[in-house]
């Protein structure tokens, strides 16, 4: 009988760890062949299951794995110095995922809240800027994106471009604001159609367009508080 060690090649291609993982994801692999894909490669005397078994086996399970030093890497065989970095990178993205806080994010409450966020940004720029602000469901901005610039009008103010960003953002809505370089914020027939599209292509995709506010040179306009929308 043969002492050869079984390799990841000589395996059933569905009980190969990197298979096994794009076909039925990463939660149903075991540690010892999440350790495996990091690894790569094991040695001429054994398949890099057993090498990562080894491993978990000498730092006690992944509880000990996550403080692991370079040197304590290095220190088991089978394990260089590029597999010993590799496995400390890993480690130390997985501290930092962990232990990560989003910043507090900005929250609207009033159109003044919108104007205040972009007034410095947007009441100097010489073109007309089409921007829509992305919201979670606690009215915090979870994205901003310029859409377009130039003069606005309903042929460039494309629904299906504005949707697209909240969607894949999964924004539960969403405010529309543009400049008018001019200064004057008072809204043109063309704003106010652009606004009353927008809104009903919201409620037919369950993406509530809550604003659409004009900047001018230190004024604002709402076009919700208008009664445009």
């Not at 543009?178 to 369950?206: A, F, M, W, Y």
């Amino acid at each position: 009988m043969s002492d050869l060690p079984i390799m990841i090649k000589d395996m059933p291609v569905s009980e190969r760890p990197r298979e096994k993982m794009a076909k039925e994801g990463p939660e149903r692999l075991s540690n010892q062949e999440l350790l495996a894909i990091l690894l790569r490669t094991g040695t001429r005397s054994e398949s890099v299951l057993q090498l990562a078994q080894r491993v978990l086996y000498h730092f006690d399970g992944i509880r000990l794995l996550q403080s692991a030093t370079l040197e304590e890497l290095k220190g088991i065989k089978g394990i260089g110095q590029a597999k010993a970095i590799e496995l400390q990178a890993a480690l130390e993205l997985c501290k930092r995922i962990y232990t990560f806080q989003e910043e507090s994010r900005y929250v609207v409450r009033s159109p003044e809240d919108v104007a205040d966020y972009v007034m410095d940004d947007m009441r100097f720029l010489t073109q007309e800027h089409f921007v829509v602000l992305c919201l979670n469901t606690k009215n915090e901005i979870i994205h901003r994106h310029t859409l377009f610039i130039g003069s606005l009008n309903s042929s460039i103010v494309h629904p299906r471009e504005l949707f697209k960003e909240a969607l894949r953002r999964s924004a539960a809505s969403v405010i529309c604001l543009h400049n008018h370089p001019s200064g004057d914020p008072t809204p043109s027939q063309e704003d106010i159609d652009v606004t009353k599209r927008l809104t009903e292509c919201g409620k037919i995709l369950g993406v509530d367009v809550l604003d659409h506010v004009i900047i001018g040179d230190r004024k604002f306009l709402s076009l919700k508080e208008k009664g445009y929308m």
